[in-house]
């Protein structure tokens, strides 16, 4: 299966584009999902078949997946747009979740 | 509305078993694959096991194989795991998720139930 890396923390401004990236071996050969995770809370899909969003789920979240390389990009960055944010991928059988980023809206 | 409740959490000392429940109160459970995930303490998520519609398949991640096995009741709209031999490192919450979104993203996930392992 995959290993998926992340960068442990991101900071952004309000109002300001967030860039999250996802990195693993041949990760553009395969989809890649995005969950968003506030303290205390289930996750939540926000980005699937890199670059979908499910109904409910703000236009400024957008996804690609290209390379080697996953980006969730997060535009005009809200204050409660604040979590943790995971990708995921899939192997032949089975599922990785990259370590998590952190994103801190300042 | 698909709402998934899993139960069965607690504490367990070194070596016990233990037994979740999901239980999903929509009508297409029969549909889904369904994957359990966990979180330890203060860390990221980590995929455990998935199973198929009709239950023949499933998979896990190398760290459960043996000791975890996952199953379906789709009478009772119902994911289950059992979980024996188990560790401090199994400490976690474990949520199910269904794999209702396209590209085997979950779109659906349960709050979770807390599993803590000690003596």
């Known amino acids: 299966s995959f290993e998926l890396t992340q960068p442990p923390s991101v900071s952004v401004s309000p109002g300001q584009t967030a860039s999250i990236t996802c990195s693993g071996d041949?990760?553009?050969?395969?989809?890649a999902s995005w969950y968003q995770q506030k303290p205390g809370q289930s996750p939540v899909l926000v980005i699937y078949q890199d670059n979908k969003r499910p109904s409910g789920i703000p236009e400024r979240f957008s996804g690609s997946n290209s390379g080697n390389t996953a980006t969730l990009t997060i535009s005009e960055t809200q204050a409660m747009d604040e979590a943790d944010y995971y990708c995921?991928?899939?192997?032949?059988?089975?599922?990785?979740f990259g370590g998590g980023t952190k994103l801190t809206v300042l | 509305e698909v709402q998934l409740v899993e139960s069965g959490g607690g504490l367990v000392q070194p070596g016990g078993s233990l037994r979740l429940s999901c239980a999903d109160s929509?009508?297409?459970?029969?549909?889904?694959?369904m994957s359990w995930v966990r979180q330890a303490p203060g860390k990221g998520l980590e995929w455990v096991a998935n199973i198929g519609q009709d239950g023949s398949e499933k998979y896990y991640v190398d760290s459960v194989k043996g000791r975890f096995t996952i199953s379906r009741d789709n009478a009772k709209n119902s994911l289950y795991l059992q979980i024996i031999s188990l560790r401090a490192e199994d400490t976690a919450v474990y949520y199910c998720a269904r794999e209702g979104g396209g590209g085997r993203s979950s779109d659906y996930w349960g709050q979770g139930t807390l599993v803590t392992v000690s003596s």
């Open positions: 995921q991928a899939w192997g032949r059988f089975t599922a990785t």
């Open positions: 929509g009508s297409n459970f029969r549909n889904y694959w």
């Open positions: 041949k990760l553009g050969d395969t989809y």
